[in-house]
């Protein structure tokens, strides 16, 4: 667990445990609603919950990350969520560095995130990429996606 300060509230990073798998999904639903990340089903987050780390302010998760791993070298960072009233503040950036940081103790050489906005990733070391770069099997969630047939999602990758 790791406690750091964003602006005046303290905030601790830590990794998900089972009992965060409901605030995760109410943190992702609305972004889900609007087509800007993928819909997370409970059953999914409690199969994946320990690629998620969150962010807790108090009691209250305001943010999550996961680090999926695909195979010895490479790694996805997805479903990156910061809770509108913690937005601005740093949080997005210290979840990121918090799975990288998790990639590079993996012992990953690359990872990789597809987003709408790459303006996060790219000051924090992430190039854009061609999608067609990526190996097939970092797609199989594209099928559940809305936007599957208008695709509009940007590939980012960093050497860890």
């Given at each position: 667990?790791?406690?750091?300060?964003?602006?005046?509230?303290?905030?601790?990073?830590?990794?998900?445990?089972?009992?965060?798998?409901?605030?995760?999904?109410?943190?992702?639903?609305?972004?889900?609603?609007?087509?800007?990340?993928?819909?997370?089903?409970?059953?999914?987050?409690?199969?994946?919950?320990?690629?998620?780390?969150?962010?807790?302010?108090?009691?209250?998760?305001?943010?999550?990350?996961?680090?999926?791993?695909?195979?010895?070298?490479?790694?996805?960072?997805?479903?990156?969520?910061?809770?509108?009233?913690?937005?601005?503040?740093?949080?997005?950036?210290?979840?990121?560095?918090?799975?990288?940081?998790?990639?590079?103790?993996?012992?990953?050489s690359r990872v990789f995130a597809?987003?709408?906005?790459?303006?996060?990733?790219?000051?924090?070391?992430?190039?854009?990429?061609?999608?067609?770069?990526?190996?097939?099997?970092?797609?199989?969630?594209?099928?559940?996606?809305?936007?599957?047939?208008?695709?509009?999602?940007?590939?980012?990758?960093?050497?860890?």
């Open positions: 667990m790791e406690t750091r300060s964003v602006g005046s509230p303290v905030v601790v990073l830590r990794k998900a445990s089972v009992a965060d798998a409901e605030a995760i999904a109410a943190l992702i639903q609305p972004y889900a609603a609007r087509d800007l990340m993928l819909p997370r089903p409970l059953p999914q987050l409690y199969e994946g919950i320990r690629d998620f780390h969150v962010a807790c302010t108090g009691e209250r998760l305001s943010g999550c990350v996961a680090l999926h791993v695909f195979d010895a070298a490479l790694g996805e960072i997805k479903s990156l969520a910061v809770s509108p009233d913690a937005q601005h503040q740093g949080l997005g950036t210290q979840l990121v560095q918090r799975a990288l940081a998790e990639a590079r103790a993996l012992g990953l597809l987003v709408l906005r790459d303006g996060l990733y790219t000051r924090l070391g992430f190039q854009v990429v061609e999608r067609d770069a990526l190996p097939q099997k970092v797609w199989g969630e594209c099928i559940f996606c809305p936007k599957f047939h208008r695709c509009d999602e940007v590939a980012v990758a960093i050497d860890v």
